[in-house]
Nanobody
Framework: QVELVESGGGSVQAGGSLTLSCAAS????????MGWFRQGPGKEREGVAS???????AYADSVKGRFTVSRDSAKNILYLQMNNLKPEDTAMYFC???????????????WGKGALVIVSS
């Protein structure tokens, strides 16, 4: 089975940093894209960042300049380094694997259970 497990969530002060990890197991080489979505309280799920098979990076406007997505393809680990966190970044962050082209998702095939990030002021 395909499994995605997020880790690294927690509670931080505004302006702080946090790094999320997503460990993927059971994946096949045809999976081309890994990325992060988040869902804050009372909000719809939104894309945060992604990296495709060619390691093209894409970010939501709201996190550009603050978040960095990276991928260890050999280990199937996806990271999200979050700097200068803001209270509005508070959300459940989900790792996903699927297919994308550039900054656009074609499909999301698998999801992790989520990692909670709480940013307090």
């Amino acid at each position: 089975q395909v499994e995605l497990v997020e880790s690294g969530g927690g509670s931080v002060q505004a302006g702080g940093s946090l790094t999320l990890s997503c460990a993927a197991s059971g994946l096949i080489s045809s999976i081309a894209c890994m990325g992060w979505f988040r869902q804050g309280p009372g909000k719809e799920r939104e894309g945060v960042a992604s990296t495709d098979a060619g390691e093209f990076l894409a970010y939501a406007d709201s996190v550009k300049g603050r978040f960095t997505v990276s991928r260890d393809s050999a280990k199937n680990i996806l990271y999200l380094q979050m700097n200068n966190l803001k209270p509005e970044d508070t959300a459940m962050y989900f790792c996903t694997v699927g297919d994308c082209y550039g900054g656009s998702w074609l499909r999301m095939d698998y999801w992790g259970k989520g990692a909670l990030v709480i940013v307090s002021s």
